[in-house]
Structure formats: structure tokens, C-alpha cells
């Protein structure tokens, strides 16, 4: 097999693949008995017509063409390897030459990945992010503990809404003067300061009394979802039904022991801040990480082609749809409350697709200058950690993987996290 490879443009390599004509008539062999067993020829059974047969019944050229379908994927594998391409696309195929008796010719045009020239990813300086728990972020998740055992109890006779407070209210909402569909509600309960109803319309309720009625003046957003109600202003004739507050128990030792695996206040806030120093350690790590990557990143110069880009666009989709499903949401209802369609959606992932992109290309290239190795073992670490994520046990996850072709992604993946590492290992000191 002969190949010869010349650049279409920046981005995509065309390979010129010659195959001996010896190897086109064992295709067409093969391809005699695939097409004999798929075609019904009056007098013979499938698989036992003779080619001329079936050159007769079904043309000489769709033999041609299902021994060249035989032939092309492997040479094509065997030129990729021969060239070192790493192709990013399915390749486009033009065939050349496809005759009896003569040497195959075919050409593949594929965007080929793209090289990177490295700059600095070593003896960086990267500021460690600080990692501090502060009182009042003790306070607050003491404040939400205490929250989850709350009490709702009616207001004072006399109360008036105020921020926090729990309303049960009757809405009109008027266009014009005009009802419009979705603008009334019946016994609707909500939290003042929630942000859950239009802009201005929560505040104004603040003041109000039982039984008070109330009219709110409001400007629906430009970019509402319903578009006959976007940057219309409305009004709404509102009641107040009731009026509750949030009864917080006292923080005391009692309520700590029946509510908690600790026995005083003290022990709950020193182990609340324990926890949250190592939470806030763990981010700050992470933190720091990923600046180390985006730093090494920047430095580097890569081309990177589109359609890596799109394809990862294609994936942070699709891990979007999955999020939505797993909440019972749908992406049409997604971007109907998102006010946008899937085309600006797409384009409002693309700049942090490239940079993902980029900063993998990085790493691989890092990997592969510091010879930075992905043992076995440390795969099936990987997969046993996937496992306890899911239930699942080790030898099924790995069955999984391996029967659709991701173990090679999954090396690739450690592969990578080992490089960002390594840029963290070689920070400035």
C-alpha cells in the first residue's frame, strides 16, 4: 500500500492511498459472497450464485463499490497509523480509481488534530487561593440547621409583610386592562424576598396587612419567555390571606443532641468548621489547579479547529439534557424559560468549549514531553471510584466502558490530570 499526504489548508490533510489490484480481487470475493447472501437470484440459493451472476443481476459496479467498503476502513487505519494522523473528523472519501484488474486509488481528506507549541508550564506563579471560614459563614449554616427544624407560625394580629415573611395571597394580573392566561392566582403561598415573582412585585407587597388589597405595578422583562407579555407593563390586584413567620428553635445544647450527633453548641461550631476548612481547602485547591491549567494554556499557541469546538459544544449539550431529565425537565422547556433557542444557546457554549479544548490539547502535549505514564492500575482505581459513585460494582463499570470503546478516553483522561499535576507539582515556590 502506498500513501501520500499534502495539506488541503491549515487544517485538513488529504492522504492518497494506492492499494495493489491483488488486494481488490480478494475484496471482490468477499464482496460476492456478503452480496450473494442479502440477494434473492431466481435458481440459486443465497450465497451460491456465481459472480457472473451476479454481475448479471445486480452490476458489476455495486460489487465494486462493497469490495471497496471492505478494503477502505482497514487501509485507511493502516495510512493514519503510517502517516501519524490523528484525525479530529470522519474523513471524506473520494475515490479515484475502482476498476477490475487495476490499483485502488482513493483519497481521504480529515482535520487532523492540531499541533501545540508549548510555552512556560513550569516554575509558574500561581497565587494559592485563601481558604478561610469566617464566623458569620458559621453562623449561616448553623442558621440553615436551624431552618430545617423551623416552625411556621402566624404573624402578630396586627403584623404587616416584611422581608423573609410567608404570604398566602390572592393575584389578578391585568395587560391593558386586560386578564391574561397564567396571571391569577388562588391561595398562592410565597416567600417575600424569594426573587420567584417579577422584579418590584414582592417589594411593594412589604407593608401590606391581612385582609389589605393592594395593586402592584409592574414591567414584564424584554426578554420574557412569553413573548406576548415581554416589556409589557401589567398590573396586579393582589389580597393578602395570611401572613407567617419562620419560629427558628433556640440554639441551646438540647437542640444540638436532638438534632445533631454532637453534644453542645461548642462541639457543633467546631466541627462546622473543620468541615468547612477542608471544603474551603478542597476549593481552594481546585482553584488553584485550574489557574495553573488556564496559565499553561495561555501560554501555549494553538489553531484549533472548528469542528473540535462544535463537538465539544455537542457534549456539554448533551451533559445539559441529561441534568434536565434528571429534574424532569425537558430542553425545549429549558430554553423556552431561558428565553433562547438552541442556536444562541450553542454559541453561549462556545467560548468555554475552545478553552476546554485548548487547555486538553495542552495538557496531552505536556504529557507527552514529560513522558508522563498511565499504569493499569491506576485505571481500575478510576473505574472503582466510578463504581461507588453509582452503585455499581468495579467489573461491571469496566464491562461497560470496554464494550463501547471508552477505555482508550479513559487513559487519555488520567492521562491528562497527571500533566495538570504536574504543572501544579512545578508551581513557583
Known amino acids: ?52 451472476i451476479l454481475v448479471q443481476n445486480i452490476g458489476m459496479q455495486t460489487i465494486l463499490d462493497e469490495a471497496f467498503e471492505i478494503l477502505a476502513p482497514k487501509a485507511f487505519d493502516e495510512a493514519l497509523a503510517q502517516e501519524k ?23 481521504a481528506t480529515v482535520t487532523a488534530k492540531p499541533e501545540v507549541t508549548l510555552g512556560d508550564y513550569k516554575g509558574l506563579t500561581i497565587e494559592m487561593p485563601k ?6 459563614e458559621i453562623d449561616e449554616q448553623i ?36 386578564a391574561f392566561e397564567g396571571g391569577e392566582g388562588k391561595d398562592y403561598p410565597l416567600q417575600i424576598g424569594s426573587g420567584h415573582f417579577i422584579a418590584g412585585f414582592e417589594e411593594q407587597l412589604i407593608g401590606s396587612k391581612v385582609g389589605e388589597e393592594k395593586d402592584v405595578s409592574v414591567k414584564f422583562p424584554e426578554e420574557y419567555h412569553e413573548k406576548s407579555l415581554a416589556g409589557k407593563d401589567a398590573m396586579f390586584h393582589c389580597k393578602i390571606k395570611a401572613i407567617k413567620i419562620q419560629e427558628l ?66 457534549s456539554m449539550l448533551n451533559e445539559l439534557n441529561a441534568s434536565l431529565e434528571q429534574h424532569g425537565m425537558k430542553m425545549e422547556q429549558y430554553l423556552q424559560y431561558s428565553n433562547t433557542d438552541m442556536a444562541k444557546l450553542r454559541d453561549s457554549y462556545r467560548e468555554t468549549a475552545q478553552q476546554a479544548v485548548k487547555t486538553d490539547l495542552v495538557l496531552e502535549t505536556i504529557a507527552a514531553a514529560e513522558g508522563v505514564k498511565v499504569e493499569d492500575k491506576e485505571v481500575d482505581t478510576e473505574i472503582a471510584l466510578m463504581a461507588a459513585r453509582y452503585g455499581s460494582t468495579a467489573k461491571e463499570v469496566k464491562k461497560i466502558i470496554t464494550k463501547n470503546g471508552y477505555i ?12 495538570a499535576q504536574f504543572i501544579v507539582d512545578n508551581l513557583a515556590k
Open 1 to 52: 500500500m502506498k500513501v501520500s499526504t499534502e495539506k488541503a489548508d491549515s487544517q485538513k490533510l488529504v492522504l492518497t492511498i494506492e492499494m495493489p489490484a491483488d488486494e481488490l480481487a480478494k475484496a471482490v470475493t468477499a464482496a460476492c459472497k456478503q452480496l450473494g447472501n442479502r440477494v434473492n437470484i431466481p435458481g440459486f440459493r443465497k450465497g451460491h450464485a456465481p459472480k457472473h
Open 85 to 107: 494522523v490523528e484525525p479530529v473528523d470522519r474523513p471524506q472519501i473520494e475515490i479515484v480509481t475502482l476498476e477490475e484488474g487495476k490499483d485502488v486509488v482513493f483519497k
Open 131 to 136: 481558604a478561610e471560614v469566617s464566623d458569620e
Open 143 to 178: 442558621k440553615n440547621m436551624r431552618g430545617h427544624h423551623a416552625k411556621m407560625v402566624d404573624a402578630a394580629e396586627d403584623a404587616v409583610v416584611a422581608n423573609d415573611n410567608f404570604v398566602t395571597l390572592d393575584f389578578l394580573g391585568t395587560v391593558d386592562g386586560e
Open 249 to 314: 428553635p433556640e440554639l441551646n445544647d438540647e437542640f444540638v443532641k436532638s438534632s445533631t450527633s454532637y453534644e453542645t453548641v461548642e462541639d457543633l461550631k467546631k466541627n462546622l468548621r473543620e468541615n468547612m476548612i477542608k471544603s474551603a481547602q478542597s476549593r481552594a485547591e481546585g482553584e488553584l489547579r485550574n489557574n495553573a491549567m488556564k496559565a499553561a494554556a495561555d501560554n501555549a499557541a494553538v489553531e484549533i479547529p472548528d469542528v473540535m469546538i462544535d463537538n465539544r459544544v455537542n
Open 408 to 419: 482508550a478516553s479513559l487513559y487519555d483522561t488520567i492521562r491528562r490530570q497527571k500533566a
